[in-house]
Each structure stands twice: as structure tokens, then as C-alpha cells.
């Protein structure tokens, strides 16, 4: 009796020994289970947020540790590449604003000297289309010029308190003897009260004037032109819409793109240089704001200008 007593408590000690060997590595492989879910949650925010923060592991297990290290070595080198990049850029950009400036000059005097010759000539059909077609190199020139200034940082943007019914109603009545003699029908929502934006002036007539513009241009087919001012509590929303052909989902994806222009090549009364809306798109986002594109072909296209909202 006595010795099977031995073996039981032998064998239970056996088993809890056994048992404690096995909840100690169960123990140890959760652990390491949840410093890589750590790890990994981390990787995911710092992608997501596109900051520089590093890899914290807190532990002692060597393997985690050596892990660490080699994600932080690779994070400080991708922050590394991003700096360069960005430095890279930067320069090109302002490298592309000075080339446009130095071609710029000289086509000014080009033309100067080809409005000359067309005085002293009188009619001349081979100057007036030489000096439209300069005219049509310099204003792409300053297209290019003042993207240049914009991406590389260099255009004085004033934000100031904008009422921005007074903006669009001084926009629309600029427009109002080419509206009126194309036959547009055109249809106005703005409040007579005041809605102030933060805005820039200029940045702001510039976008106008290029939606306007593109409604004429583009959306001449439907003869229609509405300007909405909407808003909610954060944002104001500024809706320009034409009734014309309209944008497919394809070229909607592109439309903002810089030199991107969706008319028939053979079109050149309509022909655009594709340089309008980037430019528009660039204005507003400077101003902490957006531009936002809805559009079903030969139904309605609405472009929408986002604007950040004052409240007082």
C-alpha cells in the first residue's frame, strides 16, 4: 500500500511537472505571438500616418530584439529615400520655374516685334496666324510658369475673410455678354447674405474664371450654366454646372492631371493646353481647400470648388 502511494504522488508530480513545462511554453510562444502583433500594428500606423516614428520592442528575447532593429534600420532608410525625394523635387520644380521665366522673356519680345511688323505691313494673313500662334506658346509658357511657382512652393497665397456670394456674382456678371449672346440659360443659387471663406483673391478669380471658362468651352452644347453656394458647418461648396457632353468615368480619373485634355486633337477651336483645371485644383488645395468632379455624360456636370468655411 505504502508503495503505491509512492508511485501516485511520483506520478502527480511527473504530470504537474509536465504541465508546467507545457504552460511554460505555451506562456512563451503567446508572448512572442503578441510582440509581433504589436510590432505589426505599429508598422500599420506609421504607413498609414506616413510619420517617422520607430519600432519600440520591449523585451528580452534576442530574436525579437535583432527583428526590431532590422525594421528601424529599414524605416530610417525609407525616411532617408522620402527626404531626397522631396529635396529632388523641389529643385526640378524650381528648376522648370526658372526655364520657363528665361523662355518666357525673349517670346514677349518675339511678339513685340511681330506686332510692329504687322503695323507697318498692314493686312498680313502669314503674320496675324504667326503672331496667334506665339500668342498661343506665350500663354502656355505662363500656364507652365505659374504650375512651376505653385508646386515649388513660390506663390504668394494670402489667406484673408472672403465673402464668397459677392465673389461668384462678380465671376458670373464678367461673364454674362458671352453667356448672353451664346444663348446660355443660366440659373443662380446664392445666398444674399454673406458666406465668408477663407480664400485668397486672385487664387480665387483664377478658378472661376477656369470653370467659367470650361462651361463656355465645353459645355456649349447643353446652353446651360448654374452656380450653387451651398455649405455646411465646416466647408463651403461652390457648384459650377453645365449641361454639355460631359466627362466619362475614364478621363473623369485624369481630368486634374497637368497637360491632360480629353477634345479631338482636330478641334482647335475648342483645343485647351490641359494645364486649366491642374492649375485651379493646385489654387485651391493651397488655400486648404478642393476641387471635386461629378459628372454623367450629356446629363450634367458639376465642378465644386470646397473652401474652408469662417463662422465669424
Same mark, same amino acid.
Given at each position: ?230 455649405? $455646411? %458647418? @465646416? &466647408?463651403?461648396? !461652390?457648384?459650377?454646372?453645365?449641361? #454639355?457632353?460631359? *466627362?466619362?468615368?475614364?478621363? /473623369? ?10 477634345? $479631338? %486633337? @482636330? &478641334?482647335?477651336? !475648342?483645343?485647351?493646353?490641359?494645364? #486649366?483645371?491642374? *492649375?485651379?485644383?493646385?489654387? /485651391? ?28
Amino acid at each position: 500500500m505504502r508503495d503505491e502511494t509512492i508511485l501516485f504522488f511520483m506520478a502527480a508530480a511527473i504530470v504537474c511537472l509536465l504541465l508546467a513545462v507545457f504552460y511554460q511554453r505555451f506562456a512563451f510562444h503567446r508572448g512572442i505571438q503578441e510582440k509581433l502583433r504589436q510590432i505589426c500594428e505599429k508598422l500599420e500606423e506609421i504607413s498609414e500616418t506616413d510619420s517617422d516614428e520607430k519600432v519600440m520592442v520591449f523585451t528580452d528575447n534576442p530574436v525579437l530584439m535583432e527583428l526590431g532593429a532590422q525594421i528601424n534600420r529599414l524605416l530610417t532608410e525609407r525616411q532617408k529615400i522620402r527626404a531626397d525625394f522631396k529635396r529632388e523635387e523641389i529643385a526640378s520644380k524650381k528648376m522648370l520655374s526658372n526655364i520657363s521665366h528665361d523662355i518666357k522673356t525673349p517670346l514677349t519680345v518675339i511678339l513685340g516685334y511681330l506686332e510692329i511688323m504687322r503695323l507697318d505691313r498692314g493686312e498680313d494673313e502669314m503674320l496675324e496666324k504667326t503672331e496667334a500662334k506665339a500668342k498661343q506658346v506665350l500663354d502656355l509658357i505662363n500656364q507652365f510658369f505659374s504650375l512651376a511657382k505653385l508646386e515649388a512652393g513660390d506663390t504668394d497665397i494670402r489667406l484673408e475673410k472672403i465673402n464668397i456670394s459677392e465673389v461668384c456674382r462678380e465671376n458670373v456678371l464678367e461673364f454674362y455678354d458671352i453667356l448672353l449672346q451664346k444663348e446660355f440659360e443660366v440659373e443662380l443659387s446664392i445666398p444674399e447674405s454673406a458666406v465668408f471663406v477663407q480664400g485668397d483673391p486672385d487664387a480665387l478669380q483664377r478658378i472661376f474664371c477656369n470653370l467659367l471658362s470650361n462651361v463656355i468651352r465645353y459645355g456649349s452644347d447643353g446652353n446651360y450654366l448654374g452656380v450653387f453656394v451651398r455649405q $455646411d %458647418s @465646416r &466647408n463651403v461648396y !461652390i457648384d459650377v454646372t453645365d449641361r #454639355g457632353k460631359g *466627362i466619362g468615368p475614364e478621363a /473623369a480619373a485624369h481630368v486634374f492631371d497637368r497637360l491632360y485634355t480629353m477634345e $479631338d %486633337s @482636330r &478641334n482647335r477651336e !475648342i483645343q485647351g493646353n490641359g494645364l #486649366g483645371l491642374t *492649375i485651379a485644383k493646385n489654387l /485651391a488645395g493651397q488655400m486648404g481647400g478642393d476641387i471635386l468632379l461629378n459628372s454623367t455624360p450629356n446629363v450634367k456636370t458639376t465642378f465644386s470648388v470646397k473652401l474652408k468655411k469662417i463662422n465669424y
